[in-house]
């Protein structure tokens, strides 16, 4: 039998089209032959993602206790299944997004554990130099710079939230020329963020200046949000 609204060929248990969402009922007129083309034979199936979810986290909390127990009995010691357990509980957190409706939580929990996961890397690997000064604080600053845009997205003013994760970015860069000199000559002092930064105080300035005219503001908006 095939459905009377698109033609998608239709099993018996169906209660509705699974290609159209058209209805499935006592009343429902079906066709005894498919007038249309052959190729629409498939059928998209909905996926449970709060399920899904929670399976691929259990495979992967089974994965975390086995590698666990294979690094034991092979090493005697804990050793290369730190990665595993950081890598997994990465992944596991990544999927919490979608079973939990706190998802700045669950976003801050992520990057906590990206940065154990980056931490342990560097141990393991005699690299702490390495995470401390350069990637440990940039992934810190890029998860900053994403919270920062989400609160910035409940305010109205657009021009003063513009100008503010531009003041934020400056600071950022003053912070990130510091670490990398700190890096390559044990000094920390700044030399390119002053020519970068010049521009973008002058533009946060000049935001906040014109946020203030209300007649200007009302007819961004109007622009803007159509």
Not at 7 to 27: F, H, M, R, W
Not at 94 to 115: M, T
Not at 216 to 226: A, G, N, P, Q, T
Request: net charge positive; aromatic share 16%; with cysteine.
């Amino acid at each position: 039998m095939y459905c009377n609204k698109c033609g998608v060929k239709l099993a018996n248990y169906l209660t509705k089209c699974p290609l159209c969402g058209q209805k499935i009922s006592d009343e429902f007129d079906y066709n005894d032959n498919c007038s249309y083309s052959s190729d629409i034979e498939y059928l998209s199936k909905e996926i449970n993602i709060i399920y899904f979810a929670k399976l691929i986290m259990t495979i992967l909390i089974l994965l975390t206790v086995a590698s666990v127990i294979c690094n034991l009995a092979i090493n005697k010691t804990i050793s290369w299944s730190l990665y595993v357990i950081f890598s997994c509980l990465f992944v596991c957190f990544h999927y919490s997004f979608l079973i939990s409706s706190k998802r700045r939580l669950c976003f801050i929990i992520n990057v906590i554990n990206l940065e154990l996961l980056l931490f342990v890397s560097a141990y393991l690997n005699n690299g702490l130099r390495w995470y401390l000064y350069l990637v440990g604080p940039f992934v810190f600053l890029g998860a900053a710079s994403l919270i920062l845009l989400s609160l910035l997205s409940k305010f109205k003013n657009i021009f003063r939230n513009i100008a503010y994760f531009l003041i934020y970015t400056s600071l950022m860069l003053f912070i990130i020329n510091g670490l990398i000199k700190v890096y390559n000559t044990k000094l920390f002092y700044l030399t390119w963020s002053y020519y970068t930064n010049a521009p973008i105080i002058l533009i946060s300035i000049l935001l906040i200046i014109l946020s203030f005219n209300k007649k200007l503001m009302i007819e961004v908006d109007k622009r803007l949000f159509i």
